[in-house]
C-alpha cells in the first residue's frame, strides 16, 4: 500500500516557492514547474487543477493524487447596513473563524482571522471569550484573502478588489507567528500576490520576541493594542501586560523608523468613566514620547458578559483634539459592521447576527 496516498492531501495555496520546489521535485517535474505553480494559485486564483494550462496532464495528475488546492469559499456570510460584509469560514473539526470585508470609497479592506479563538483572554474582546481553538494554518489564512471578494452573492452590490489586510480578526497573528509569516511573504514577493507591504498591517498585543521578529523580517505596518497607558489598569483587562508590559513594547519600537513608509498606529478603544479623561490622555503621551505614531480612537462595541460602556462623542473629540494639540495624530475611527457582530473585538466565529 503507498503510504503516502492514505495519508491526507495537502493544500498547496499557503506553501512558499521553496516548499512548492520541493513539491514538484518529489514528483520528479523540472524546478521551474514551482513558479508556473505559483502564478496560478496567487496571481490567477485558480481553484482546480484542471485550471492550470501550462502544466503538462501527467504533472497536474500527480498532483491531484497527493495534493489539493486548498481553497474554501465561505459557507456564509451577513452584510451591515453600512456595506461591511462578515464571512464564516470552516476551517475543520467543526471549528469556524470570521473575516470582514470593509468596503470605502476608493478602498476596499479586509480585516483576516489568524486563529480559532484567541489565547490573549482581553476581558473587552468576544474572541478571547471563546478561549483558543487552534492556529489557523497558512493555507487557511491565505485562503480568506484569495477567496473574498468572492462573486457577489445575490442582492448585494458587485465587489471591489482588495486594496489593504489587516491581520485584526480572531486571534494575536503574533501567536501564529510562523504561518503569518509564510502568509506575508506569499503576499509581498513577485511571484506571489506582489502587493506592496504598505497595504497590509498587523495588529498586536505587543509579544515582544516575536514582534521584534516581525520588525526585522518585514516592512509591514504595525498595529499595537494599547487601550491603557496605565500599567494597572491594563493588566486588569489585559493579562498580557503581565508578560509584555507595554512601557517594554514601546521602548522596542522606539528603536525602529516610523517616519516614512512603515507606520506604528497604537489602537485606544476608549470606556466611558474608564480611560477616557485627560489625565489618560497624558498618561497616553507620556508612553508614546518621541516615537513617530499615530493614535486610533476606538469606540467599545457592547459584548455579553462585559460591564463596559463606549466613551460618549463629545469625550472622544476632547481625547482626540488634546492629543492633537501635542503633537500626536490621532483620529477616531469610523465603527463598521456593529449590527452584525463584526465590529472590532466582536468576531466569535458563529457567523449569525445575534
Same mark, same amino acid.
Not at 113 to 128: A, E, H, K, P
Not at 178 to 204: D, H, N, Q, Y
Given at each position: ?42 496571481e490567477k486564483k485558480v481553484t482546480s487543477f484542471d485550471e492550470m494550462a501550462n502544466i503538462s496532464k ?40 470570521? *473575516? ?120 509591514? @505596518?504595525?498595529?499595537? *493594542?494599547?487601550? *491603557? ?30 517616519? @516614512? ?18 489625565? @489618560? ?17 476606538? !469606540? ?19 481625547? !482626540? ?8 495624530i490621532a483620529t477616531i475611527r469610523a465603527s463598521r459592521g456593529e449590527d452584525i457582530m463584526a465590529a ?11
Amino acid at each position: 500500500m503507498d503510504t503516502k496516498a492514505a495519508k491526507t492531501k495537502r493544500p498547496l495555496i499557503g506553501m512558499t516557492l521553496s516548499e512548492l520546489e520541493g513539491v514538484v521535485k518529489e514528483g520528479g517535474m523540472p524546478r521551474f514547474v514551482a513558479k508556473q505553480i505559483a502564478q496560478w494559485l496567487y496571481e490567477k486564483k485558480v481553484t482546480s487543477f484542471d485550471e492550470m494550462a501550462n502544466i503538462s496532464k501527467k504533472n497536474k495528475q500527480w498532483l491531484e493524487e497527493y495534493y489539493v488546492i486548498g481553497r474554501e469559499e465561505p459557507v456564509s456570510n451577513l452584510k451591515s447596513e453600512d456595506g461591511t460584509v462578515k464571512y464564516l469560514f470552516n476551517v475543520g473539526d467543526g471549528k469556524k473563524i470570521e *473575516s470582514v470585508y470593509i468596503p470605502d470609497k476608493d478602498r476596499a479592506t479586509l480585516c483576516v482571522s489568524s486563529q480559532v479563538g484567541c489565547r490573549m483572554n482581553c476581558y473587552f474582546c468576544m474572541t478571547g471569550k471563546q478561549g483558543f481553538k487552534g492556529n489557523l494554518t497558512a493555507a487557511q489564512i491565505i485562503n480568506q484573502i484569495l477567496s473574498i471578494p468572492p462573486k457577489a452573492p445575490k442582492g448585494f452590490e458587485p465587489m471591489t478588489e482588495l486594496t489593504n489586510v489587516v491581520f485584526m480578526g480572531m486571534g494575536e497573528p503574533l501567536d501564529n507567528l510562523s504561518e503569518l509569516l509564510k502568509v506575508l511573504e506569499i503576499m509581498t514577493v513577485p511571484w506571489g500576490l506582489a502587493w506592496s507591504p504598505k497595504r497590509i498591517t498587523v495588529s498586536t498585543v505587543g509579544k515582544m520576541t516575536e514582534l521584534k521578529e516581525l520588525l526585522d523580517r518585514t516592512q509591514v @505596518h504595525i498595529a499595537i *493594542s494599547v487601550h *491603557s497607558a496605565d500599567p494597572l489598569q491594563r493588566g486588569s483587562m489585559m493579562p498580557v501586560q503581565k508578560a509584555y508590559p507595554i512601557q517594554g513594547v514601546m521602548k522596542l519600537l522606539s528603536g525602529y523608523d516610523f517616519s @516614512h513608509q512603515r507606520r506604528l498606529s497604537l489602537e485606544y478603544i476608549m470606556w466611558r468613566n474608564v480611560n477616557d479623561d485627560l489625565a @489618560h490622555a497624558n498618561m497616553l503621551i507620556s508612553l508614546i514620547g518621541k516615537i513617530d505614531c499615530r493614535v486610533n480612537l476606538i !469606540r467599545f462595541h457592547a459584548i455579553p458578559g462585559v460591564e463596559l460602556v463606549s466613551s460618549n462623542e463629545e469625550k472622544m473629540i476632547i481625547f !482626540r483634539n488634546y492629543l492633537n494639540s501635542k503633537g500626536i495624530i490621532a483620529t477616531i475611527r469610523a465603527s463598521r459592521g456593529e449590527d452584525i457582530m463584526a465590529a472590532c473585538g466582536m468576531l466569535a466565529g458563529k457567523g449569525e447576527k445575534k
